[in-house]
């Protein structure tokens, strides 16, 4: 998760366990926008694993967490009309499955929503590269294709979601990684996807042995980085185990931090004060 980081750097961010893991999130981020539509943006992991791969990856929970959470807050897999995905890999693409069940194969799960991919991501599902096959699940781009409700994006912004919601794409995680901002009026939230996955890599030099492409990654980080300073926005993480959201911030020296801290995000779109 830290790259070529040394471990006497990362720890000090995310103490590991005695099989050298790193506790971390699978956070969404749900909107009820202007229009009444309700818009999920990625679904986390899920529990479609079966037994062996939870216990491999450290998956904690043995049961479809993302459902659960929308259903303490009043909302059933019915009622979303939208989900964005950032990119296909299974930690933010696992969620769309119903649970492991070793006498069904999988469905999706959510049977009134379209479903938004950035063109580059969707490519790189259906013909993985072997150095990342093993993070897409094989069954998952069968499913989105054949529901009929695919969208596929390839500009800043989308018919689907119109106003208010706007895409920038990156590379150097996976191709065509899509963030999503999301304009509220306390200022605009950027969902960071694998760009960013929690406040440790908001540093420019802390990428991921996951990336692709790091040194392009750094790139497109401070471009976006900077982005959300200028506007006075917000960046929302999906792995952070602790941190929902921060601003940005950046020192005399050039470097960026995440300040004003959210555990746990819940706005309503009222003025900031």
């Known amino acids: 998760m830290f790259g070529n980081a040394p471990k006497a750097v990362w720890l000090q961010w995310a103490p590991p366990d005695d099989r050298n893991r790193i506790a971390l999130a699978c956070r969404c981020l749900l909107v009820r926008d202007d229009r009444g539509r309700t818009i999920l943006l990625e679904t986390g992991i899920g529990n479609f694993f079966d037994p062996a791969l939870r216990e491999r990856y450290g998956v904690e929970e043995e049961r479809h967490v993302l459902l659960d959470s929308l259903r303490t807050i009043g909302v059933a897999p019915t009622d979303i009309d939208v989900v964005v995905l950032s990119h296909l890999h299974f930690d933010h693409a696992g969620g769309l499955l119903t649970e492991w069940n070793p006498h069904h194969p999988p469905a999706l799960v959510f049977p009134s929503a379209r479903f938004l991919v950035s063109r580059a ?16 699940i094989p069954a998952l781009t069968d499913l989105l294709e054949g529901s009929g409700r695919l969208d596929i994006v390839d500009g800043r912004d989308h018919p689907t979601l119109g106003d208010g919601f706007t895409f920038t794409f990156s590379d150097g995680h996976t191709p065509g990684l899509m963030l999503t901002t999301v304009a509220t ?20 030099p802390i990428t991921m042995g996951y990336d692709r492409f790091p040194e392009l990654l750094i790139e497109e980080k401070k471009a976006v980085l900077e982005t959300i300073q200028a506007h006075d926005g917000w960046m929302f993480f999906t792995h952070d185990p602790t941190t929902s959201a921060a601003r940005v911030t950046k020192d005399e020296r050039g470097r960026f931090s995440g300040t004003d801290a959210i555990d746990h995000l819940r706005w309503t779109d009222t003025p900031r004060s």
């Not at 991501?121 to 897409?136: E, I, L």
């Not at 009026?185 to 540093?203: C, E, K, Y």
């Open 121 to 136: 991501a969707w490519a790189r599902a259906r013909n993985p590269h072997p150095r990342d096959r093993a993070s897409f």
């Open 185 to 204: 009026r306390q200022g605009p939230i950027t969902f960071m996807g694998d760009l960013v996955p929690g406040r440790a890599w908001v540093h420019l």
